[in-house]
């Protein structure tokens, strides 16, 4: 099949003229489509609903009553759930509010506050810096942006970030603090960090010895079309005595309800009681009414697991347009490339060099809202600005439909226009 990249001039302007009829079209058709957050849909979040009427005791197994003060780190109920479906100790989990980004801000402050076991206070260095495998989820980047910490983007590859160029930095640079990760499914890409990555992760030698990995292990329960399973993290860390490095995060917010959900940190012994020592200082313990309501209407880590089967039989249909009508309007044809996800929650496009915000803005003209180009880089920079996040999960499968044959038009049509200025 001949390439866009291959058209002659005369091709490029009869194809611009089809693509603008049907561009046209759409645009008389009125949209409002909202695709630029990875939101959970109406009847996503109606699977969850009994867990609001659960509760009908508020006793723990301790004896505590949940309604009052007290409980640090999270009820014994909530630890073992999460330990049971995650396989890390209880002991190692603090079980926090309804946010794991918020957790994830907290720990960077304290780090610039306080130091971590020992080491100096962040805040006093006169340089920080730290990697951000890119594309990568634009939250993360905000947190290390708003401390004014120097982000160095790190590109993906199949396996996870470039890890010979992790290690070069970590091994150079003792300015390079820590950087982020989203191990399975990550955002946007759907990439699985391979058993290689995350060996050399945890074994590498760093410059600066206060040097932390944050282990956002978001979608580590959502399957879409298959179960990947990573290396555990914490056990390859320890066997290379590095196991302080590793901090790591979860949530229930695209389990149950975002806002409303269970986040947890797990750390090592070490960390764990230093972050403790802080957090009996800013709080005398986080919502454990909504922590039994997860223990009481999930059970077990099983409850969780078939929770998620379900959802998945959900949100697989709407993957499945997504990549559908990718394979259908553009297939090989040389204007965009994806990835095609065995689970999480985004589809990453990359559409020819220079036309991501165009292919963003058409779309919003013709009504359909994307996340904004160059959010998937730090500081909203994409070098080669290509990238685009697509999140099938909020609106309907009709909605998704329309939504994407746009898309791909407009991906076609930004394409086409930037071939003509050549």
Not at 39 to 51: F, V
Not at 66 to 86: H, M, Q, T, V
Request: hydrophobic fraction near 40%.
């Amino acid at each position: 099949m001949k390439k866009v990249g291959e058209y002659s001039k005369e091709e490029l302007v009869y194809l611009q003229n089809k693509l603008l009829k049907r561009y046209a079209e759409f645009k008389n058709m009125d949209l409002h489509l909202d695709m630029s957050r990875g939101k959970p849909s109406s009847e996503q979040l109606d699977r969850s609903n009994g867990i609001l009427t659960v509760l009908n005791d508020y006793k723990l197994e301790n004896g505590v009553d949940a309604r009052n003060y007290g409980i640090l780190d999270g009820i014994p109920e909530a630890k073992r759930l999460f330990s049971d479906l995650l396989r890390i100790p209880s002991a190692n989990i603090i079980v926090g509010g309804n946010s794991s980004l918020n957790m994830m801000y907290d720990t960077i402050v304290r780090f610039m506050l306080f130091g971590s076991l020992g080491s100096t206070p962040w805040c006093r260095l006169p340089k920080l810096k730290w990697l951000c495998p890119s594309p990568g989820y634009d939250r993360h980047f905000s947190v290390t942006e708003s401390m004014g910490i120097e982000m160095i983007p790190v590109p993906m590859t199949e396996n996870g970030p470039d890890m010979d160029m992790v290690e070069k930095l970590t091994a150079e640079d003792e300015a390079v603090k820590g950087s982020w990760c989203v191990p399975l499914y990550s955002n946007p890409q759907g990439i699985c960090y391979s058993d290689e990555t995350i060996e050399r992760l945890c074994s590498m030698k760093t410059a600066a010895p206060d040097f932390r990995i944050m282990w956002d292990n978001a979608y580590g329960v959502h399957d879409i079309y298959e179960k990947i399973r990573l290396k555990d993290v914490f056990l390859t860390a320890k066997e290379y005595h590095n196991e302080d490095r590793i901090m790591y995060f979860f949530s229930t917010s695209k389990i149950t309800f975002p806002g409303a959900g269970v986040a947890l940190m797990a750390a090592s012994e070490k960390n764990v009681a230093e972050i403790k020592k802080h957090l009996a200082v800013q709080t005398i313990g986080f919502d454990k009414l909504n922590q039994l309501r997860h223990v009481k209407y999930f059970k077990t880590a099983d409850g969780i697991r078939a929770h998620m089967a379900d959802l998945a039989s959900r949100l697989r249909p709407k993957f499945d347009v997504v990549l559908n009508t990718l394979e259908r309007e553009i297939g090989d044809s040389g204007f965009a490339t994806w990835m095609k996800p065995k689970g999480g929650y985004f589809v990453a496009v990359d559409t020819l060099p220079g036309c991501a915000k165009a292919t963003v803005e058409l779309a919003k003209e013709a009504g359909v809202v994307l996340t904004p180009a160059g959010a998937t880089y730090p500081y909203g920079k994409d070098p080669q600005d290509s990238n685009i996040r697509i999140a099938p999960s909020y609106p309907t499968i009709e909605e998704l439909t329309q939504a994407m044959e746009l898309f791909c038009l407009c991906v076609q049509l930004a394409g086409v226009n930037k071939l003509l200025e050549i």
